[in-house]
């Protein structure tokens, strides 16, 4: 094929499901050896798109041509026998399979055509490692794998179907810099031998790294296809949400308001140790640290999800032992956890009791629900949030990955909260999205609450927080400020280490 000619083509593409046309007229190419970014809001239409390519989703309407012939999948099998591979944000693994089971899955190398060729199965899956330059044990269950292995998975998986199509939704959202570095060498790795990849991210710095073409869709119609040369940051969140994002000032409570919630030398063996911290009343603090830090279960153990088994917690300066979330959340915490889907939601059931969940004595009256209380309330919530529904009775899991983080943000608002514990707040939310949670934020701050805020992303961290801890190896090794809150500095606390002893110590004014 001439390299100018498009592997992929979509023409005209267009998905209505009830209520909501996912897709509009869509057009897409992608070429072989390139990187092409997709971009948009949460409900711009780009889950619909690839569920269309790999087969999951039928188009109404249009055409798509692969290697300029028209193809037409009625099921992923179809598509991935083609030469597109879908790998999504949730991956799609068997845990208590091997990796080379899960990589060969229906495909198992077989002597004599019925036993399985086990030395011939691990030896290709070795070399298909080998050719990503990842390192993966092949006899160890998917389930003990991080994340950053299990994605090396379902590549090495796709590359063994021989795929030339390639689609990354959100590949980047659960790994921290070093996993994202070698990510990213695989991408490159990939495009050098020929695939065409199609990548999706929230993270917008990631785009300009990695891609060397972006489109953008806003509503389910495209808004325009660019090289990435001639494209901005500025540019594209106008493109995505059709304005300029304004600065986000972050929360610093006053030195005489109370002391929400403090820890002294709080510990979970195995997970953290030595930690005291305070959080004043109208405080944004931040916890920056690389994966496996400690920072997930220092939120955990204060929220009762773990039991720590050194230190104390002091709420309203009263020292409390929560054994359960349940008596965190009378007590006026709430958590929102760093994986939604398995942690924070019932996905099967409709966004109306995700969202009262917490609160429900608020909307009852002698044991009786007051349904039409209740639907007011999660109806106002929806404004506030700009959660994108058909409406309160909408099943979660029917929800962009965006909508499904603001659901579980409004469980907390509806419960009003003196004290947000949050963890990865904008996890696969798009930028936009972005924007309308840190305000939120702040005005819970504004408003008198204190917030701990978890992330991966230290630009997210910066904008947010006036303060930030760095926890590295279970311990606090970095306490910033003022002057002292510099991204080189927390980077390094983050990699190298801070103080002699280990730890930090947030104290208030």
Not at 32 to 55: C, F, M, P, R
Not at 56 to 77: M, N, S, T, Y
Not at 201 to 224: C, N, P, Y
Request: proline content about 4%; hydrophobic content about 45%.
């Amino acid at each position: 094929m001439d390299a100018a000619q498009p592997v992929l083509e979509v023409r005209g593409v267009t998905r209505r499901f009830p209520g909501v046309t996912a897709l509009d007229g869509v057009d897409f190419s992608l070429r072989a050896g390139e990187v092409h970014a997709l971009l948009g809001e949460n409900g711009a239409g780009k889950s619909t798109l690839i569920k269309i390519l790999g087969g999951a989703v039928r188009k109404e309407a249009g055409e798509i041509l692969l290697d300029g012939r028209p193809v037409d999948f009625h099921a992923p099998a179809e598509a991935l026998a083609a030469g597109i591979a879908v790998i999504y944000q949730e991956l799609v693994l068997c845990p208590h399979l091997t990796v080379a089971e899960n990589v060969l899955m229906g495909h198992l190398p077989r002597a004599g055509g019925v036993a399985v060729n086990w030395r011939t199965a691990k030896a290709r899956v070795a070399e298909l490692f080998r050719s990503l330059g990842a390192t993966v044990p092949l006899d160890v269950p998917v389930g003990r794998l991080s994340t950053a292995q299990q994605q090396m998975v379902e590549i090495a998986k796709a590359l063994s179907r021989d795929s030339r199509v390639l689609v990354l939704d959100e590949p980047s959202a659960a790994l921290g810099q070093r996993d994202l570095e070698h990510l990213f060498a695989v991408v490159r790795r990939l495009r050098e031998r020929g695939v065409a990849i199609v990548y999706i991210s929230h993270r917008l710095e990631e785009v300009f790294e990695i891609a060397d073409r972006v489109t953008v869709l806003k509503d389910g119609r495209l808004v325009g296809s660019w090289p990435i040369a001639e494209v901005d940051m500025g540019r594209l969140v106008r493109a995505m949400t059709g304005r300029d994002l304004g600065a986000v000032p972050g929360g610093s409570a006053a030195p005489d308001a109370p002391v929400r919630l403090e820890l002294r030398n709080l510990g979970r063996r195995g997970a953290f140790s030595g930690v005291s911290l305070r959080l004043r009343a109208g405080d944004v603090v931040g916890i920056a640290g690389l994966v496996g830090s400690g920072r997930t279960e220092v939120l955990r153990a204060v929220f009762g999800a773990d039991v720590p088994d050194a230190g104390e917690v002091l709420v309203d300066g009263r020292a409390v032992r929560f054994r359960s979330p349940g008596q965190a959340r009378r007590r006026g915490l709430g958590l929102l956890p760093e994986d939604r889907k398995s942690q924070g939601l019932l996905l099967n059931r409709a966004l109306r009791e995700n969202v009262s969940l917490a609160s429900l004595a608020r909307f009852t009256r002698l044991g009786v629900l007051g349904l039409g209380r209740e639907d007011r309330a999660v109806r106002e919530l929806m404004r506030e949030l700009r959660i994108v529904a058909r409406g309160p009775g909408q099943q979660v899991v029917s929800l962009s990955g965006g909508n499904q983080q603001k659901v579980v943000l409004a469980r907390w608002l509806a419960r009003r909260c003196g004290i947000l514990l949050i963890d990865e707040p904008t996890r696969g939310v798009d930028v936009g999205a972005k924007e309308e949670i840190y305000r939120l934020i702040h005005d819970l701050a504004s408003g008198g609450a204190a917030v701990l805020v978890v992330s991966s992303e230290l630009k997210e961290l910066f904008a947010l927080c006036p303060r930030i801890l760095v926890m590295r190896e279970g311990r606090l090794a970095g306490d910033f400020t003022g002057a002292t809150l510099r991204e080189e500095d927390v980077v390094a606390a983050m990699l190298l280490g801070g103080t002699d002893d280990g730890t930090a110590t947030l104290a208030a004014g």
